[in-house]
């Protein structure tokens, strides 16, 4: 999955906001944020599982480990 950088840093943006302020994201969230299918939005979120940002459960995804400059660096 490629994205343009504009783009991974507004998922980026989301995903810290909320995780922030909610302590979980879920696929459909993210999808529904930004009118997308889950073909873009669960590779992201797999991402953020696979750089320890995020834990997956049953209810979404956990915040784990705020290293989001390791994201945007």
Same mark, same amino acid.
Do not use: C, K, N
């Given at each position: 999955?490629?994205?343009?950088?504009?783009?991974?840093?507004?998922?980026?943006?989301?995903?810290?906001?909320t %995780? =922030? #302020?909610? *302590?979980?994201?879920?696929? +459909?969230?993210?999808?529904? /944020?930004?009118?997308?299918? $889950?073909?873009?939005? &669960?590779?992201?979120?797999?991402? %953020? =599982? #696979?750089? *320890?940002?995020?834990?997956? +459960?049953?209810?979404?995804? /956990?915040?784990?480990?705020? $290293?989001?400059?390791? &994201?945007?660096?």
């Open positions: 999955l490629l994205l343009r950088p504009a783009t991974y840093h507004a998922l980026v943006g989301f995903a810290r906001a %995780l =922030e #302020a909610q *302590g979980t994201l879920s696929v +459909a969230a993210l999808r529904d /944020h930004f009118q997308t299918t $889950r073909r873009i939005a &669960l590779p992201f979120m797999d991402h %953020l =599982e #696979a750089v *320890g940002i995020t834990r997956r +459960a049953e209810d979404g995804h /956990h915040l784990l480990a705020p $290293r989001w400059g390791d &994201l945007l660096g």
